[in-house]
């Protein structure tokens, strides 16, 4: 069987990762990567192998037609206009999160994928998570009962640095709700079954590179916050996100209470931020209610696919499933366009409840879909 051939555009940190766990899979090499920053470009061709061709324009990648597969993988800003381009071909596509920077690109996007035949994959790694798949899999079988209220953790490290300190803006990203927290906002709403309807947010750039300067502006993303999320079934949520708490033994800790029992995902973070420099694996935690016991399990994960990114092994387990649908020729997306614009959309709603102080009702202020629910 002839392997899978990817092309990686955007191949900076986040498009290094899909490259280190596609050369995990058996039958799939990266054969183009594409980036306009010579670093990350010869980074990313060093990676891929000698046999791997290196372009500075997407368009000369897609015109060279050496893949079966694209991954995007380039900053937030960029992704409306290169999805215009790569879904004006007939190949797969992983498109890294968030789909884009504004509900209404998202929406744009859905628009131009209508005759599509070519499955489109939003990459929404936290899904994929071993532990908040065990989180999945108990709730399948009923043990918390019917899901009533989810909340999220995340006490993690400051953004990296970027190429062009792309993700130090809210121009640029979306904002830190849409370009970090979308992954959550999917979760909440997987989780729960149902779609958002009402978000409210309170959080501050209070503590994180207040000393960096670019072209003499100050960076503008939230470093901490809440957000609350109702949901048409009448379900909640809650995200809790600072992002200047490196020492927190579980980097996320995701939480789905029922009438039952209450079920816990907890995650370590990346093993090159801990302390020892040790990979450590994450536990799943019920506390039963009639028993009024916790009960936890370690969720081991192999560690040359922890090794291989910074999200607990999920990068690799999500390639896994898109590469059998690729494969196969047949199948849906797990993650739709859809399911990438209501990540989004809450993003967007939970940044303009941040800088407003009001509650943001998405049946209210034109979003079709909410409207709907």
């Known amino acids: 069987m002839e392997p899978i051939r990817y092309g ?7 498009g290094q990762e899909h490259m280190r766990n596609i050369a995990l899979l058996d039958g799939a090499r990266v054969s183009a990567v594409c980036d306009p920053d010579a670093g990350m470009r010869a980074q990313a061709q060093a990676l891929a192998g000698e046999d791997a061709r290196a372009f500075d324009d997407h368009r000369a990648l897609l015109g060279a037609d050496l893949c079966d597969a694209y991954v995007l993988a380039a900053p937030n800003d960029l992704h409306a206009k290169l999805m ?50 065990r989180l999945r899999e108990a709730l399948a079988e009923g043990l918390a009962g019917t899901p009533r209220m989810v909340s999220i953790r995340e006490h993690r490290f400051p953004f990296l640095e970027k190429v062009g300190a792309w993700n130090r803006f809210n121009a640029r990203t979306g904002g830190t709700m849409v370009e970090k927290c979308c992954h959550f906002f999917d979760l ?30 100050m960076p503008d993303m939230v470093d901490h916050g809440f957000v609350t999320v109702d949901f048409a079934n ?46 450590r694996h994450s536990e799943f935690v019920i506390s039963d209610r009639a028993s009024k016991r916790e009960t936890r399990e370690v969720v081991a994960v192999d560690e040359r696919i922890l090794r291989a990114g ?29 399911d990438g ?22 049946r209210e202020n034109g979003h079709p879909d909410a409207s709907a629910a």
């Not at 859905?110 to 936290?126: D, G, H, I, Q, S």
């Open 234 to 279: 009448g379900t909640r949520a809650m995200l809790e996100l600072c992002m200047f708490a490196e020492g927190s033994h579980w980097q996320e800790v995701v939480s789905v209470t029922g009438e039952k029992a209450r079920l816990d995902a907890c995650v370590p973070g990346p093993a090159r931020f801990s302390p020892d420099g040790q990979e």
């Open 188 to 217: 909440m709403r997987l989780l729960l079954g149902s779609d958002p309807i009402r978000v409210y947010a309170s959080g501050g750039a209070d503590v994180n590179h207040r000393d960096e300067r670019y072209d003499g502006r």
């Open 341 to 362: 614009y209501w990540s989004v959309l809450v993003g967007e709603a939970a940044e303009c409840s941040i800088r407003t102080h009001q509650v943001i009702d998405l």
């Open 310 to 338: 910074d999200h607990h092994g999920s990068t690799y387990f999500q390639h896994a499933r898109f590469l059998e649908m690729v494969r196969s020729g047949a199948g849906t997306p797990e993650l739709s366009l859809s």
């Open 84 to 133: 215009r381009d790569l879904l004006a071909t007939d190949k797969p596509i992983l498109c890294e999160k968030p789909l884009a920077t504004t509900a209404e690109d998202c929406r744009a996007l859905m628009k131009a994928a209508e005759a599509r035949r070519a499955p489109v994959w939003v990459a929404m790694e936290y899904r994929y998570m071993p532990p908040v798949e």
């Open 8 to 14: 990686i555009i955007g191949s900076g940190m986040m």
